[in-house]
C-alpha cells in the first residue's frame, strides 16, 4: 500500500513560485495516476494537476493551467508540482493523491484510493 507525504509548502508574496512535492513509500509512484488538489477554507476541493502511469498523460485544472508544471522524479518516487506566479486566490491546503484505477478526465477527488496530509499554501499580496 502507498504512502504519501506533500511538503514544499509555506508562504510566499504573490507572482513568487513554490514547488510541492509528493513523496511515496511503500509503493513505486510512477506505478500510480498521481493527482494535486487543492481546498481553501469554505470552498470545494479543487483540482489542480493530474500526471497517470509513468507521466503517459498530464493535464491542468484551470485554475493553475499556464502557472503549474508536474513531474515525477523516479529517484526520488516523488511528483513534484511546480507552482509559478502564485496568486492570493491560489492560498489553500495542497493535498496528492494516488491510484491504480483508471480516471475520469478531469478527475474527482473520488477517483483516488490513497491521500497525503496535505501542506499549506499561503500567498500574501
Known amino acids: 500500500q502507498i504512502h504519501l507525504v506533500e511538503s514544499g509548502g509555506g508562504s510566499v508574496r504573490a507572482g513568487g513560485s513554490l514547488t510541492l512535492s509528493c513523496a511515496a513509500s511503500?509503493?513505486?509512484?510512477?506505478?500510480?495516476?498521481v493527482g494535486w488538489f487543492r481546498q481553501a477554507p469554505g470552498k470545494e476541493r479543487e483540482f489542480v494537476s493530474l500526471?497517470?502511469?509513468?507521466?503517459?498523460?498530464?493535464i491542468y485544472g484551470d485554475s493553475m493551467k499556464g502557472r503549474a508544471t508536474i513531474s515525477g522524479d523516479s529517484a526520488k518516487n516523488t511528483v513534484n508540482l511546480q507552482m509559478d506566479s502564485l496568486e492570493a486566490e491560489d492560498s489553500a491546503v495542497y493535498y496528492c493523491?494516488?491510484?491504480?484505477?483508471?480516471?475520469?478526465?478531469?478527475?474527482?477527488?473520488?477517483?483516488?484510493?490513497?491521500w497525503g496530509l496535505g501542506t499549506q499554501v499561503t500567498v500574501s499580496s
Open positions: 493523491a494516488a491510484t491504480l484505477a483508471g480516471l475520469q478526465i478531469p478527475p474527482s477527488g473520488r477517483g483516488f484510493d490513497y
Open positions: 500526471r497517470t502511469y509513468r507521466g503517459v498523460t498530464i
Open positions: 511503500g509503493a513505486i509512484i510512477d506505478d500510480y495516476n
